[in-house]
């Protein structure tokens, strides 16, 4: 009886780690998230395709688990910080690509627009600290 009241108790905190990782999980810290294209300061014309480059990490879908991976999500005009302890927002100003996307077609109306990617976990939830890019500025015509 004792014995397996100890086998339950150790499976019990045998999980807990693995519900503590479900957010926040560390990233490399060799990890690099960046713009491949619109370059800082860019003007552009129209539609364009935004090109996400991510170093020493993989790109995955979300709801995929997998260690040191992620999913790609760009913040259009987001000037406040993210929450580290809730999922990325999802809206027009918040894209996911959650299918694993390393670019997208991006339409955005004239005038200045700033571009930043973040990185979020299977949950959406941005790694910890989180994994950003440098945030640009682009002026579309
Ligand atoms: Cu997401």
Same mark, same amino acid.
């Given at each position: 009886?004792?014995?397996?009241?100890?086998?339950? @108790? $150790?499976?019990?905190?045998? =999980?807990?780690? *693995?519900?503590?990782?479900?957010? *926040?999980?560390?990233?490399?810290?060799?990890?690099? #998230?960046?713009?491949?294209?619109?370059?800082? %300061?860019? +003007?552009?014309? %129209?539609?364009?395709?935004?090109?996400?480059? =991510?170093? &020493?990490?993989?790109?995955?879908?979300? %709801?995929? &688990?997998?260690? /040191?991976? *992620?999913?790609?999500? @760009?913040?259009?005009?987001? &000037? *406040?910080? #993210?929450?580290? /302890?809730?999922?990325?927002?999802?809206?027009? $100003?918040?894209?996911?690509?959650?299918?694993?996307?390393?670019?997208?077609?991006?339409? =955005?109306?004239? %005038?200045?627009?700033? @571009?930043?990617?973040?990185?979020?976990?299977?949950?959406?939830?941005?790694? &910890?600290?989180?994994?950003? $890019?440098?945030?640009? +500025?682009?002026?579309?015509?």
């Amino acid at each position: 009886m004792k014995i397996t009241r100890l086998a339950m @108790l $150790s499976a019990v905190l045998a =999980l807990a780690p *693995g519900l503590a990782d479900a957010q *926040g999980k560390p990233a490399p810290a060799d990890a690099v #998230l960046y713009f491949v294209w619109p370059q800082d %300061g860019a +003007t552009i014309k %129209g539609g364009f395709w935004c090109r996400f480059g =991510l170093r &020493n990490m993989g790109v995955t879908h979300a %709801g995929d &688990n997998f260690q /040191n991976s *992620g999913h790609h999500h @760009l913040l259009i005009d987001v &000037n *406040g910080p #993210l929450d580290p /302890n809730e999922p990325i927002p999802q809206d027009k $100003s918040h894209l996911h690509f959650g299918a694993g996307q390393t670019e997208a077609r991006i339409e =955005l109306p004239p %005038g200045k627009h700033t @571009l930043q990617l973040v990185l979020g976990d299977a949950a959406h939830y941005p790694f &910890n600290p989180p994994l950003v $890019s440098d945030k640009i +500025t682009v002026r579309v015509k």
